[in-house]
């Protein structure tokens, strides 16, 4: 069964660190993102991995603030989120997909900003909340 686990949402000061994880298990896939939805908003990418290569993908705005990193050995994904603002706040959402280089290259090269589309597995999302 594919399965997506997410943990690690709170509430938190203005400043404050939040580490969120995401646990799968139960299909193959060569890249991990974070999405994260604020009220009344769409779902924006906020970071991605591609876990062969290594290589990380960062919106502008949490670029500098938020590390993507992989644990294989525990089949987790964590994203540090540091110095947080309130315009962070909402359901943050773990996903996996199996993409082409030519993607990733054009997500690692900004080309392109992370499309949901990519991604075919899900978890429930966590919530993240950031007061002013």
């Known amino acids: 069964q594919v399965q997506l686990v997410e943990s690690g949402g709170g509430s938190v000061p203005a400043g404050g660190s939040l580490t969120l994880a995401c646990v799968i298990s139960?299909?193959?896939?060569?890249?991990v993102a974070w999405f994260r939805q604020a009220p009344g908003k769409g779902r924006e990418g906020v970071a991605a991995?591609?876990?062969?290569?290594?290589?990380?993908i960062y919106a502008d705005s949490v670029k500098g603030r938020f590390t993507i990193s992989p644990d294989m050995l525990k089949n987790t994904v964590h994203l540090q989120m540091n110095s947080l603002i309130p315009e962070d706040t909402g359901v943050y959402y773990c996903?996996?997909?199996?993409?082409?280089?030519?993607?990733?290259?054009?997500?690692?090269?900004?080309?392109?900003?992370?499309?949901?589309?990519?991604?075919?597995?899900w978890g429930q999302g966590t919530q993240v909340t950031v007061s002013s």
């Open positions: 996903a996996t997909g199996f993409l082409y280089s030519d993607t990733i290259n054009r997500y690692v090269y900004h080309i392109a900003d992370l499309n949901s589309a990519d991604f075919d597995s």
């Open positions: 139960g299909h193959t896939y060569n890249t």
């Open positions: 991995i591609y876990i062969s290569g290594g290589s990380e």
